[in-house]
Structures are given as C-alpha cells and as structure tokens.
C-alpha cells in the first residue's frame, strides 16, 4: 500500500523525448501525494553533460510541483541501475517513458524485463499525449487471487485523483460458464467495494476472440481511460496470459499509462476465489 513507501516519485531520464514525457506526467502525482520527485540517470558513458541536463529539468519540476527535486547519476547497466536506485528509495512510484518504435526498450534494454524485476509500483508511458490529471482507470478483471490484491490499490490510487473505476473482462469461448458466473459474482463485489469507499465505477463484459491486450486497450480508448492497472503476471485472463511477448504487447501498444503493481509475496498463487 503507497502508506508503506516513501513519498518519492523515481523517474529515470534521458535525452530522448519519451522520459521527458513521463516526467510531465509525474508532475500531478508528485502535488498530490507532496513527493519529491528523483530524476535518475544512468550513465553508460555515451552521455554528455548529463548533470546539466538533469538540473535543468529539476528545474522545471520544482517550478511546475512546488516539491523537492533531486537529482541522482548513477553509472551502470541501464535497466538494473534503475531497480537498484528504487530498492534503496521505495518510491510510491516509478514513471519511466517507453519508446514504441524501440519494441519498448529503454536504451536497447527490454523494459518489460526491469518492470518485472522491480518491487515496485512502475507506471510505463508509451504515449505521446495524456488528459491532465487521472479521470478513468481502467481495470481488467480476473478470478485470480492477484486480481482481488489490485483492487484496494487501485482504489487508494482514485481516491487520490477522484477517479471512476472502470472494471473490464474479457470472456472467451473457451471460459467456462461457470467462470462466467463467478466473474459476474467478483465484479459485484468490487463494484460494491468501490461504491463504500466513495468512488464512481461500471463493469463491462466483452465476448472476444481477439487478441485479449488489444481488447483491452480498445475498450480503453472506447472510454477515453488515463490509467489501465495490472498486476504482475496473472491479469486479465484466468489464463497465464501475462507471460513474454503478451505483457509486452500491452505495455508496448497502450497509448494510456500503464500502472504494473506488484502481488504481495505469497506461497500460493494458484487458488482462486470461489
């Protein structure tokens, strides 16, 4: 829970576009959660004048947050510098842009595989242009036990922005009836979670033999979403779905930021709910 992790908000940068991106983005959530924002750069010795750079951009993040900016160099392996600065800080979140043309690398490193290695809370952003403040969130549904896990963080996360909860699932023709039903069941009471602790939601179920990411990112767009949640690599099909080249479609291709959270460790993560 974010009353557990330090009021930081990590966000590693470098000359490309896309971190200058995610950095604008971690401008309102460092207001609202009053985090000082820490800009990292890894130095992998192709880098000029780095800590100009960074003091510029701490800059202007001073002036747009009103919250401390600090500046951190480290120098490294890109991707794993990253994870090991977050060890050290436990930040509420790390922002960290992603370039599509690069296959979501950071640098030529897959960024899906420093997500998955980081204990922490990593907000992606892929796209070019994103709706001031946090809306909508999106949240995919499964009948998982990492699924149950997401929902009270992703409401502690909308009370922050008074956000609408939008719960999604994507059936398939080979789920069950019964899984059906029990996912109907699941969504009521997270509707009903939801509703006690103030917030606005609605559920959707979508039959589709689709691509399940692109589903997802569709009905996303559908109602202009600013945050889709997952978790780890349990998330939207009961199925073991979020696994390779699948979590990578998703965090690759949504133009909306990705918030990937991670479970609390656990001996068992093969029961489900019902």
Not at 10 to 20: E, G, K, R
Not at 124 to 144: F, N, Q, T, V
């Amino acid at each position: 829970m974010l009353s557990e992790r330090a009021h930081i908000i990590l966000v590693p940068v470098d000359s490309n576009d896309q971190t200058h991106i995610a950095l604008g983005q971690s401008y309102n959530l460092a207001r609202l959660t009053k985090s000082k924002i820490v800009l990292l750069s890894v130095d992998d010795g192709h880098t000029k004048n780095i800590r100009e750079h960074l003091e510029e951009l701490a800059k202007e993040a001073a002036s747009k947050t009103e919250q401390a900016v600090e500046i951190m160099i480290r120098k490294g392996d890109v991707y794993e510098e990253i994870n090991k600065v977050a060890d050290e800080l436990n930040p509420l979140f790390i922002v960290i842009g992603i370039k599509k043309a690069e296959g979501g690398n950071y640098r030529g490193k897959s960024a899906l595989q420093m997500i998955r290695k980081s204990h922490h809370p990593i907000i992606s952003i892929a796209g070019k242009s994103h709706r001031e403040g946090c809306k909508k969130i999106l949240m995919p549904l499964d009948l998982s036990i990492l699924s149950r896990e997401k929902l009270p963080r992703t409401v502690e996360i909308a009370k922050l922005f008074n956000s609408e909860i939008h719960i999604v699932s994507v059936i398939s023709k080979e789920d069950s009836k019964l899984d059906e039903n029990k996912l109907h069941m699941y969504a009521h009471q997270c509707m009903k979670f939801i509703k006690e602790n103030g917030l606005h939601s609605s559920c959707k179920f979508i039959n589709s033999t689709e691509d399940i990411a692109q589903t997802v990112l569709e009905y996303g767009k559908t109602i202009e979403a600013d945050l889709i949640v997952i978790i780890d690599n349990s998330d939207v099909s009961i199925k073991e779905y979020f696994t390779g080249t699948a979590a990578q479609r998703l965090i690759n291709n949504s133009d909306v930021p990705v918030l990937m959270l991670r479970p609390i460790e656990r001996k068992d993560t093969s029961q489900a709910f019902f």
